[in-house]
């Protein structure tokens, strides 16, 4: 695959305030106008395929009642995760539900706190403000913040100017601003595909270690995923944040390939091909909470 170019400037884990400052090229911008005449038409609903849903299971920890997500695998320990959706717990098959019930109680002041903090950041994400899709919009992209360019046009055309960083929209007559903003969203997805590739190669071959494939998720919090099949999936919204965030993702899962676990053999094999992630992971949880809303429930 060719390999895509990359600033200089995005190897800082923290150069947002200096990217922030650059300035587009242009001359001086007239103040925003809307470019859509059309009122917003909302996106036809499309249903999801089924997927098989996990049992839901309460279980009583002292005055809280406690609603989990229980699902089974092959592996030799039981795993917890906590995300939006709330706790996760993952057990081999072999394990009863009164054994898993004494896991969460041996756990839980663990569990009752990180889903207090992961609360807090919900209600903190909520209070960023929304992206407004106009002329001149600034939209996050791998650490820089790119111009976005609605140009009116015959047909529709999304191109993308990386030394001048910025993100040419064609909007055709009559295009409402959803369409516009699933444009861009696609553009991002597309981007992330290729990129994903190219970095999983890249720090399998550090790690000695083989993936069987690799998917693209739209979790709320959730960057990435591995099953003991080999199996890799990666948060698209990882495009919007600098290179060696999503390098330390990467490493991340690619590390479950060794270790199934977060044990210190695990953060020791993380280490090994990526030796700053404890700073890329505290980096990573403080800019998703600064990071604008684009696309709402899309996103």
């Not at 400037?9 to 007239?30: G, I, K, R, S, W």
């Not at 993100?167 to 595909?193: C, H, M, N, T």
């Not at 270690?209 to 990435?224: D, F, K, P």
């Not at 690619?254 to 020791?268: G, R, T, V």
Request: hydrophobic share 35%; charged share 25%.
């Amino acid at each position: 695959m060719k390999s895509r170019p990359v600033h200089p400037n995005q190897l800082e884990l923290f150069a947002q305030d200096f990217f922030a400052a650059l300035q587009p090229t242009q001359a001086p911008p007239t103040p925003p106008q809307p470019l859509f005449k059309a009122p917003p038409v909302p996106p036809r609903a499309v249903t999801p395929p089924a997927t098989p849903s996990s049992p839901k299971r309460h279980i009583q920890l002292g005055k809280t009642s406690l609603e989990y997500e229980l699902r089974r695998s092959s592996r030799r320990s039981i795993g917890f995760m906590i995300d939006d959706d709330g706790l996760r717990v993952t057990a081999p098959k072999r394990v009863t539900l009164a054994e898993i019930d004494s896991a969460i109680r041996a756990k839980q002041r663990w569990i009752l706190t990180k889903l207090s903090e992961q609360g807090e950041r919900r209600a903190q994400r909520e209070q960023v403000p929304t992206v407004e899709w106009v002329d001149g919009a600034r939209l996050p992209y791998l650490g820089l913040d790119i111009t976005l360019r609605l140009e009116p046009a015959p047909r529709s055309h999304c191109i993308y100017e990386q030394e001048q960083q910025v993100l040419r929209i064609g909007v055709a007559p009559g295009i409402s601003e959803w369409q516009v903003q699933e444009r861009v969203r696609l553009w991002y997805v597309d981007q992330a595909k290729g990129l994903f590739k190219e970095r999983l190669d890249l720090y399998a071959d550090k790690l000695g270690v083989q993936y069987s494939s690799v998917g693209i998720s739209s979790a709320g919090t959730r960057w990435g995923s591995c099953t003991d099949q080999g199996a890799i999936r990666l948060n698209w919204k990882l495009i919007h944040y600098a290179l060696p965030l999503v390098d330390y993702v990467v490493a991340h899962e690619l590390a479950h390939l060794i270790e199934m676990n977060h044990s210190p053999q695990f953060w020791a094999t993380v280490e090994s091909i990526y030796p700053d992630y404890e700073g890329a992971r505290e980096a990573l949880r403080v800019q998703s909470l600064k990071l604008p809303s684009l696309f709402g429930e899309k996103e």
